[in-house]
């Protein structure tokens, strides 16, 4: 009998999913959805929408007979367990009663990064947050009350300076060329009917993969980067720990992620550059026995 495992990683602006073979630890199929999940950003029918889309694109296969079906997720926002047991209710909707796992994107990081041994584990996204390998958190706030160094809030201090400039408050930048291209605005009254879009969170931040690298962009990195990487660093501080591991799509920015390794380079600090959705397919046991075990 095949076990295939389906499992999702839901992050602020794409959802991420693969099909394993358990058996032979064989990728069957793996696709990228251009829409995030994030919970704290998304409703529940827009969940759903992701979820239908999935089972959808791996309806194929299952509906072969024979296979005995796990999931296993890592989900933004999973960390707050009124939003954690609303998912794996609409999980459980759409893949009929099959054996699910939902975890926050951190704590599956923090699960299947760390094992045995110490670390920290610091996640920039669309927001941020960083927790220890016995789960002592810094940031995680969300995106109003913290998530400084996620790219929400990277792209929302850029965007205020161009409204700081339109009012007269501050010097032009070139950015603010790049942000009326992508954003596709002409005046600056367009622009704010970003706050009406009910995807706004995932929309502003998708900016950040695409800004230039201009005086404003390196400075309002350096500014956020020095507010959280401070906490990093005190959080390691006080747990004794010396090895840091980066994650999240804030990292493929080279000034970013060269600055972030700058300001922890008194730890061992490394970039972790692996797919989530693939690790948590094949370690669904692991994870599975530690969880059963806490």
Same mark, same amino acid.
């Not at 994107?105 to 299947?112: G, N, P, S, T, V």
């Not at 996640?123 to 913290?146: D, E, K």
């Not at 995807?199 to 950040?208: G, N, V, W």
């Given at each position: 009998?095949?076990?295939?495992?389906? *499992?999702? &990683?839901?992050? %602020?602006?794409?959802?991420? /999913?693969?099909?394993?073979?358990?058996?032979?630890?064989?990728?069957?199929?793996? *696709?990228?959805?251009?829409?995030?999940?994030?919970?704290?950003?998304?409703?529940?029918?827009?969940?759903?929408?992701?979820?239908?889309?999935?089972?959808?694109?791996?309806? @194929?296969?299952?509906?072969?007979?024979?296979?005995?079906?796990?999931?296993?997720?890592?989900? =933004?926002?999973?960390?707050?367990?009124?939003?954690?047991?609303? /998912?794996?209710?609409? #999980?459980?909707?759409?893949?009929?009663?099959?054996?699910?796992?939902?975890?926050?994107? !951190?704590?599956?990081? $923090?699960?299947?990064?760390?094992? +045995?041994?110490?670390? !920290?584990?610091?996640?920039? %996204?669309?927001?941020? !947050?960083?927790?220890?390998?016995?789960?002592? $958190?810094?940031?995680?706030?969300?995106?109003?009350?913290? &998530?400084?160094?996620?790219?929400?809030?990277?792209?929302?201090?850029?965007?205020?300076?161009?409204? &700081?400039?339109?009012?007269?408050?501050?010097? @032009?930048?070139?950015?603010?060329?790049?942000?009326?291209?992508?954003?596709?605005?002409?005046?600056?009254?367009?622009?704010?009917?970003?706050?009406?879009?009910? +995807?706004?969170?995932?929309?502003?931040? =998708?900016?950040?993969?695409?800004?230039?690298?201009?005086?404003?962009?390196?400075?309002?990195?350096?500014?956020?980067?020095?507010?959280?990487?401070?906490?990093?660093?005190?959080?390691?501080?006080?747990?004794?720990?010396?090895?840091?591991?980066? /994650? %999240?799509?804030?990292?493929?920015?080279? @000034?970013?992620? +060269?600055?972030?390794?700058?300001?922890?380079?008194?730890?061992?600090?490394?970039?972790? +550059?692996?797919?989530?959705?693939?690790?948590?397919? #094949?370690?669904?046991?692991?994870?599975?026995?530690?969880?059963?075990?806490?």
């Amino acid at each position: 009998m095949s076990e295939l495992v389906l *499992s999702i &990683d839901g992050g %602020g602006t794409t959802t991420k /999913f693969c099909l394993v073979e358990s058996k032979n630890n064989q990728i069957i199929y793996e *696709s990228v959805i251009e829409s995030g999940i994030n919970l704290t950003a998304t409703t529940s029918r827009e969940q759903m929408l992701i979820l239908n889309e999935i089972k959808k694109q791996i309806g @194929y296969l299952a509906e072969k007979p024979g296979n005995v079906w796990s999931i296993v997720c890592a989900i =933004s926002g999973a960390g707050n367990s009124k939003r954690k047991k609303s /998912f794996e209710k609409l #999980l459980k909707t759409v893949f009929d009663e099959k054996s699910v796992i939902v975890l926050s994107d !951190i704590e599956a990081l $923090r699960l299947l990064l760390f094992k +045995d041994k110490p670390g !920290i584990v610091v996640v920039c %996204g669309t927001g941020s !947050i960083a927790i220890s390998h016995n789960g002592s $958190r810094v940031g995680g706030w969300g995106h109003l009350f913290g &998530d400084e160094a996620g790219a929400f809030r990277i792209v929302v201090e850029i965007i205020q300076r161009f409204y &700081d400039h339109i009012d007269g408050v501050y010097p @032009y930048d070139p950015v603010f060329e790049s942000l009326k291209l992508f954003f596709n605005f002409t005046s600056p009254n367009e622009l704010t009917n970003l706050q009406a879009r009910k +995807d706004y969170k995932s929309k502003i931040a =998708s900016f950040a993969a695409t800004m230039p690298l201009t005086e404003l962009t390196k400075t309002v990195i350096e500014t956020q980067i020095n507010h959280f990487a401070t906490k990093v660093s005190q959080l390691a501080k006080k747990e004794s720990i010396n090895d840091i591991y980066l /994650f %999240g799509g804030m990292f493929k920015n080279e @000034y970013f992620k +060269d600055t972030f390794l700058r300001k922890l380079d008194t730890f061992n600090t490394q970039v972790v +550059d692996k797919k989530l959705h693939v690790e948590l397919a #094949l370690n669904v046991k692991f994870l599975k026995k530690v969880l059963d075990s806490s």
